[in-house]
């Protein structure tokens, strides 16, 4: 068990943060999202409408290579 455990120094302070997915999206693998995204396939639902725009980008970026 010990063996598993990172090198962490004494007295320093972990904080975990939690940021839970949209159930409606949680079950979505970010390969799968790039898979599709590389065959330039719709995904829209699959990806939050605020960054879509910023992955169809970094996609033709990666097309025009």
């Given at each position: 068990y010990a063996d598993d455990q990172p090198d962490?120094?004494?007295?320093?302070?972990?904080?975990?943060?939690?940021l839970?997915?949209?159930p409606a999206k949680e079950a979505v693998s970010a390969s799968a999202v790039r898979q599709l995204a590389a065959f330039g396939a719709d995904l829209s639902a699959?990806?939050?409408?605020?960054?879509?725009?910023?992955?169809?980008?970094?996609?033709?970026?990666?097309?025009?290579?």
């Open positions: 962490i120094p004494a007295g320093a302070r972990i904080e975990t943060l939690l839970p997915a949209d699959y990806v939050p409408e605020e960054i879509l725009p910023k992955v169809r980008a970094a996609f033709a970026k990666k097309g025009e290579g």
